[in-house]
């Protein structure tokens, strides 16, 4: 029974390790550095998680949201905007809120990756052009769509996701995820 139990924990590690691998052959890996300096409409992640979630700092920063929504039974709030939207967890018993999710739908908030400014609309041509030919662009397994996805050094629970329409090559979003 040992022997199994080692075996199978055995197996699950494999398992998991080639998943880990597959998951970062899609992931266009960039310095840290480089990637708390993306920016959404002229802001880093660091200088929206430093508003805490608190709708006039953020007003300051991204200007009024349309519709604000608030949980507090798990703890979060969403800013709608017409550019998309920015949700913040908080942890129990703490004011102060984290960035876990932001959505661009438009081309009114620019986003810069390492120097390149990236617009919903732009085409998958373009994105080649900044990046380069060697950029690793990855199509769903579950969705009519391709992918490029940026990570910070092996992270593959954080990132940015540029979403491409396959019947037009355009960005149809751009989304920055981090787990709570």
């Not at 608030?70 to 905007?81: A, C, L, T």
Request: with cysteine; aromatic share 14%.
């Amino acid at each position: 029974m040992k022997h199994f139990i080692t075996l199978l924990s055995t197996f699950f590690f494999c398992l998991l390790a080639v998943s880990c691998v597959t998951a970062q052959s899609k992931l266009n890996m960039i310095s840290c550095s480089q990637y708390s300096n993306i920016s959404f409409n002229g802001y880093t992640i660091e200088q929206i998680n430093a508003t805490n979630g608190s709708p006039q700092s953020l007003q300051e920063l991204m200007g009024s949201a349309t519709d604000i929504i608030i949980w507090d039974g798990v703890r979060s709030k969403k800013f709608n905007y017409l550019s998309g939207y920015i949700h913040f967890n908080y942890k129990k018993g703490y004011a102060d809120g984290w960035v876990t999710r932001m959505e661009v739908t438009n081309a009114l908030w620019p986003v810069v990756i390492q120097g390149h400014t990236i617009n919903v609309g732009d085409t998958e041509k373009s994105l080649i052009q900044k990046f380069g030919s060697d950029l690793k662009i990855f199509t769903s397994d579950f969705e009519n769509l391709r992918f490029v996805a940026f990570s910070c050094l092996g992270n593959t629970y954080d990132g940015i996701d540029i979403e491409i329409n396959p019947s037009t090559n355009k960005i149809s979003k751009i989304l920055y995820y981090v787990l709570p």
